[in-house]
Nanobody, 120 residues
Framework: QVQLVESGGGSVQAGGSLRLSCAVS????????MGWFRQAPGKEREFVAAISSAGSTTYADSAKGRFTISRDNAKNTVYLQMNSLKPEDTAVYYC??????????????WGQGTQVTVSS
């Protein structure tokens, strides 16, 4: 069974930065594509960024130039570095493991989420 635990969320002022981490249990972490998604109150879950097992990355337009996804296979951890945060980035952020994609249904395993709040 694969388990994902996010951390690093919190409250920050607009323009600030946060780094989210997602620790993944199991010895097969390196074979999974990893994604970050977010869900704001009253809105559907949306794609943020993804990284393949080989290190290829893709981003939502809203994240390009501000967010960076990375992974450390030795630590079974994926990261999301978020810079120049805006109030509209406020959401619960989820990491997911599965097939490298920008589509949520490609991911079989999900974390519980971590709250990110950006104040103006």
């Amino acid at each position: 069974q694969v388990q994902l635990v996010e951390s690093g969320g919190g409250s920050v002022q607009a323009g600030g930065s946060l780094r989210l981490s997602c620790a993944v249990s199991g010895r097969t972490f390196s074979i999974y594509g990893m994604g970050w998604f977010r869900q704001a109150p009253g809105k559907e879950r949306e794609f943020v960024a993804a990284i393949s097992s080989a290190g290829s990355t893709t981003y939502a337009d809203s994240a390009k130039g501000r967010f960076t996804i990375s992974r450390d296979n030795a630590k079974n951890t994926v990261y999301l570095q978020m810079n120049s945060l805006k109030p509209e980035d406020t959401a619960v952020y989820y990491c997911a493991a599965g097939y490298y994609s920008g589509i949520s249904t490609s991911y079989a395993y999900w974390g519980q989420g971590t709250q990110v709040t950006v104040s103006s």
